[in-house]
């Protein structure tokens, strides 16, 4: 015989607790108290508890799904989605709210997948990456009353929750650090232009120029998203011609690592007659090649932060939306 599936009801019997108080327990409601919560969720993780979500949709309106829109590009290096996922999940931990991850190709309308979830009601609230400053998806649930949160920032961010990391600081920080070494020919290996955090990094090396007496470049033939095999013939391209480069400035892994490759297949050294000034989500650059500067981003914070925002998106609305904007922090001295 099929075991009975255990219900609020099961949990109410065997803690003690009336059923309204499990249900709110399991909810995180802030009236209920830390050690009867503890204990209910013990009792519901014995059990093998899960809400009935047809019931829950029914009752509520609700799904209690919080839906991840991802590019389905992959980076073995970054693994930025993978971190992001988790990171996510983790912040989903112990509340209602379970993680959907909605792909879509590159090339593809990234307005499709953001279509389908609004006029399903698939999910409660969307999370997006990869904003641009005029972002047609996030212009789309504003006017639709539709709680989501990004990482990076739209020009409408202050009327929605985000989290992003302060590239305008990065370019600052690696011009500067760049200029202090005497490197006056700097190129920026740059994300895609329309992306907003593009411009934010281009702005900050721009704003530094006359003060560190360095001039920016900006790689024309490849972006720092693009496949490493094509990011490293655009910059073998770039270090064969006659133009200086002695300061490479490198958003990601992957375009650092490709940057390495191009500049010592150019038979330069690095740190001696070029410097790179990177960006990285885990300590691995300098291990791989000690003269390289590398800031820290740290995608685990944003994804447990973005499930906090979207949770209060969708349960206080009333409340200001919650923002953030990492630190970059300058790296320690090679």
Do not use: W
């Amino acid at each position: 015989m099929t075991p009975k599936r255990p219900t609020l009801k099961t949990i109410s019997e065997m803690s003690g607790f009336a059923v309204p108080t499990v249900s709110r327990a399991l909810k995180d409601a802030p009236d209920i108290g830390e050690a009867t919560k503890v204990k209910v969720r013990r009792i519901a993780a014995e059990l093998g508890y899960v809400p009935n979500r047809a019931g829950v949709r029914l009752r509520t309106g609700k799904t209690n799904v919080i839906s991840l829109v991802l590019s389905n590009e992959f980076d073995g290096i970054n693994d930025l989605s993978g971190r992001i996922i988790t990171s996510v999940a983790q912040g989903l931990r112990g509340t209602p709210y379970h993680l959907i991850v909605t792909p879509y190709r590159e090339g593809e309308d990234r307005m499709d997948p953001i279509r389908y979830l609004v006029e399903t009601r698939s999910a409660d609230a969307v999370l997006m990456a990869q904003i641009e400053q005029d972002d047609p998806r996030v212009n789309y649930l504003l006017e639709r009353g539709f709680p989501f949160a990004t990482l990076g920032r739209s020009e409408r961010c202050s009327e929605y929750p985000y989290i992003d990391f302060d590239n305008e600081a990065f370019g600052k920080l690696a011009m500067r650090r760049l200029g202090g070494f005497g490197r006056r020919n700097i190129l920026l290996i740059a994300p895609p232009l329309a992306q907003s955090y593009s411009q934010h990094m281009i702005a900050g090396t721009r704003a530094v120029e006359a003060e560190t007496g360095a001039r920016v470049e900006i790689l024309q033939s490849a972006t720092s998203h693009d496949e490493r095999a094509r990011l490293e013939a655009a910059l073998v391209e770039r270090m064969a011609q006659a133009a200086p480069v002695d300061g490479i400035i490198a958003p990601s892994t992957t375009a650092a690592i490709a940057a390495v490759v191009a500049l010592e297949g150019a038979g330069r050294t690095l740190g001696k007659d070029i410097d790179l000034y990177a960006k990285e989500p885990s300590p691995f650059l300098r291990i791989l090649r000690a003269p390289i500067m590398a800031v820290h981003e740290e995608p685990m914070i944003a994804g447990r932060f973005l499930a906090k925002a979207a949770i209060r998106a969708i349960e206080r609305p009333d409340l200001p939306p919650m923002q953030a904007v990492e630190c970059a922090r300058e790296p320690v001295a090679p």
